[in-house]
Structures are given as C-alpha cells and as structure tokens.
C-alpha cells in the first residue's frame, strides 16, 4: 500500500574539512545536539545504541532509541530508531572526498515510515523533513567549518560550543 513504503529524502553538502575529520565528528552521536535541529540530547545507552531527546511541536518532548547498523571508517555510518519495521526511521550517511583538496561532501539518505502520508502528516504539525535534513546539514558545515551554528532556522534555539575541542 502507499503507506507502507518508506519517503526517501535524500541531500548532500560539502565542508571544507577532511573526511577523516568529518567523519569522526559525526561518528560520535552524541555531537549530533549541536547540529540537528530537534534533537537536544543524546546519552550512550550501550554498544552503539543511543536514546535521544527530541523536541517536537509546541515544546512537546520524546525519546527515541537510536542504534547504528552500520559504519565504514571514513565511507559510511547506518543508524536507525529502535521500532517494529512498518515504523522504523532509517538514516544512511556517506562521506567521501569533495571536489577540492580537504573537503568532504556529505550524503544522507533518509527515510521515514508511513509514505506520502507520513510526510503530510509532519508538515501539518510544522515538521518539514525534506528542508529539515537540508538545513541539519547545513549547521554540521557550520559547526565544522566555524566552530558554532550561524543559523537555526527549523532548529531548536542553543549554544554551541566550539567543535574544534571535540575533534581534538
């Protein structure tokens, strides 16, 4: 049925930083606060399993569990939420060398349950995936590139410490 079939959004950016350092920013989830815009916590809960704090419309917080699947050292990190199939979210997330010496172009794949009905159902509660993963990307090159966000468009209000002393 149409619903079933997961949407598929799919971005990529470019950051002026090498893989290996892109990707092992990102490989700690637990950065993923400083660049996501909804998501404002994330706490280890075990070997690659992860519960994250969400804040979703009208200031409404919710938890998901959140285990990797998957991860290729300076190519590619899989994670999902912890949910039975037909609910599942999963993200893809691939790194490899830009165009210019020292950047690094980011893909994420992500895809959300419910189809077509499940994307009309976020944005009428004021969530907007397909712009979301664009501009979550946009703060990681931010964060990356600068040491903090300069933009929280569709993003949780925070500060941002420097994320050069995470890379260190």
Partial sequence: MWFRQPHVIDASIIIQRAVADVFGYYRDLTNMPRFLGDVVAVEPRGADTYQWTIR????????????????????????????????R????VRFVSGPECGETRVREIL???????????MALLGKHPVTEVGDNLKRLKEVLETGRVLSYRRAVPRSCPSAWTRLL
Avoid: C, D, K, S
Wanted: no cysteine.
């Fill in 56 to 87: 979703g419309p009208w200031r409404i917080r919710g938890h998901w569990t959140v285990r990797v699947t998957e991860r290729r050292e300076n190519t590619l990190i899989r994670y999902e939420t912890v949910a039975p199939r037909w609910r």
């Fill in 89 to 92: 979210v999963t993200w893809e």
């Fill in 111 to 121: 895809r959300l349950p419910f189809g077509w009905f499940g994307m009309r159902i």
